[in-house]
T-cell receptor
């Protein structure tokens, strides 16, 4: 069962523009959401997270938005840079061993 | 090194053979997780170790899969009588603390790419 879905397998954006990566979830018990970034031949690395009591969390060029009523979260990267090109995984948790990951979105930022 | 280390990075095996995958977590991390990622899929939880507690094996797909963690540090994931559908990237992660309800960040290794011919 895919409780966390990333419906866009890929996204291409011009350098300097905004990248928006989307994620939908089905389990209303999820209360903590994370984004991980993965480069080829490396493991995923933590990028940013948000608790369900918030609707926005910002860290530099990265902002995560949470819409609980729609069970939707998004990651905004602005301005996008070529080094941001990677696979981005959305994850949601209702407890530490209930972490569920999406299938990932491959972001390509073109110079 | 300071990160999570997994070995081997790649493993090619024949159907029916057993394989062992190794994970060295970050020193001091008490929680250790195994995931696998099949082609086009998200990370699938397999098993979770926390300190000396009994592991959560709820994600293991069959009894051909087992894992142990010796001395609260290194972990080995064993797949017996491998099948072609076992082909995937197996990822290990560790974190400082674990437990239902705690908000922790998992640090991942680079994974082992298993190919079963």
């Amino acid at each position: 069962d895919q409780q966390v879905k990333q419906n866009s397998p890929s996204l291409s954006v011009q350098e300097g523009r905004i990248s928006i990566l989307n994620c939908d979830y089905t389990n209303s018990m999820f209360d903590y959401f994370l984004w991980y970034k993965k480069y080829p031949a490396e493991g995923p690395t933590f990028l940013i997270s948000i608790s369900s009591i918030k609707d926005k969390n910002e860290d530099g060029r990265f902002t995560v938005f949470l819409n609980k009523s729609a069970k939707h979260l998004s990651l905004h990267i602005v301005p996008s840079q070529p080094g941001d090109s990677a696979v981005y995984f959305c994850a949601a948790s209702a407890g530490i061993n209930d972490m569920r990951f999406g299938a990932g979105t491959r972001l390509t930022v073109k110079p | 090194g300071a990160g999570v280390s997994q070995s081997p990075s790649n493993k090619v095996t024949e159907k029916g053979k057993d394989v062992e995958l190794r994970c060295d977590p970050i020193s001091g991390h008490t929680a250790l997780y195994w995931y696998r990622q099949s082609l086009g899929q998200g990370l699938e939880f397999l098993i979770y170790f926390q300190g000396n507690s009994a592991p959560d094996k709820s994600g293991l797909p069959s009894d051909r899969f087992s894992a142990e963690r010796t001395g609260g540090s290194v972990s080995t994931l064993t797949i017996q009588r491998t099948q072609q559908e076992d082909s995937a990237v197996y990822l290990c992660a560790s974190s400082r603390v674990g437990g239902r309800g705690s908000k922790v960040i998992q640090y991942f290794g680079a994974g082992t790419r298993l190919s079963v011919l």
